[in-house]
């Protein structure tokens, strides 16, 4: 079965700084790779996703990610954050789970924090 | 195109009494999915849905939850005999096809009193 590993629960950085969220996950196969982000009381929201090809995917509202199959890793990154960016984020794969069906599986997420 | 519809946003229930939560997927989307969220613990999986059938309720407690996608109308996550424990936030999410993104809705609120 697939997992995710978030392994930062909260992050605190300055507006302006770069930030990178960790996300590392486990799949005996090529995974299907998501970033979402989730504001207090709303939805998930999808920020970009990895399917195949180039390993470094553009998403919205400026964030990035870079697939690491050596390193089963699919860690996001923004060079500049904005106080609007406090959330919380969600690594997640998607993988088939037998009998014709198909999960994502959600790493615990990240809340980052951002001081002005 | 508006997105994925969950109603009630916000639900409270005694002890011992049903709830019903709503879903209406985007337009176009026949594959449904349910997840509860507690905090500190992400979203975990429940069901997988498409019209008419239930293709995974692998995550699904087997007892008092039950699900459905008719083939008019919007899904339903249905609890019954609720219990404190059951409180969560409950979150639908719709995709066109299998092995897509999700799109998801706000998320129905639930508290157990």
């Known amino acids: 079965a697939q997992s995710v590993t978030q392994p930062d629960i909260h992050i605190t950085v300055s507006e302006g700084a770069s930030l990178e969220l960790r996300c590392n996950y486990s799949?005996?196969?090529?995974?299907?790779l998501f970033w979402y982000v989730q504001s207090p009381g709303q939805g998930l929201q999808l920020l970009l996703k990895?399917?195949?090809?180039?390993?470094l995917v553009q998403g919205i509202k400026g964030f990035e990610a870079e697939f690491k199959r050596s390193q089963s890793s699919f860690n996001l990154r923004k060079p500049s954050v904005h106080w609007s960016d406090a959330a919380e984020y969600f690594c997640?794969?998607?993988?088939?789970?037998?009998?014709?069906?198909?999960?994502?599986?959600f790493g615990k997420g990240t809340k980052l924090s951002v001081i002005p | 195109n508006a997105g994925v519809m969950q109603n009630p946003r916000h639900l409270v229930r005694r002890r011992g009494q049903e709830a019903r939560l709503r879903c209406s997927p985007m337009?176009?989307?026949?594959?449904v999915y349910w997840y509860r969220q507690l905090p500190e613990e992400g979203l975990k999986f429940m069901v997988y849905?498409?019209?008419?059938?239930?293709?995974?309720e692998s995550g699904m407690p087997k007892e008092r939850f039950s699900a459905e996608f008719p083939k008019e109308g919007p899904s339903i996550l249905r609890i019954q005999q609720v219990v404190r424990g059951d409180s969560a936030a409950y979150f639908c999410?719709?995709?066109?096809?299998?092995?897509?993104?999700?799109?998801f809705g706000n998320g129905t609120r639930l508290t157990v009193t």
């Open positions: 999410a719709s995709s066109p096809r299998r092995g897509e993104s999700l799109h």
């Open positions: 799949y005996g196969a090529t995974p299907y």
């Open positions: 990895y399917f195949s090809g180039d390993t």
């Open positions: 997640a794969v998607g993988a088939d789970s037998g009998a014709g069906s198909y999960q994502l599986t």
């Open positions: 337009k176009g989307h026949s594959h």
């Open positions: 849905l498409q019209k008419e059938n239930i293709i995974d």
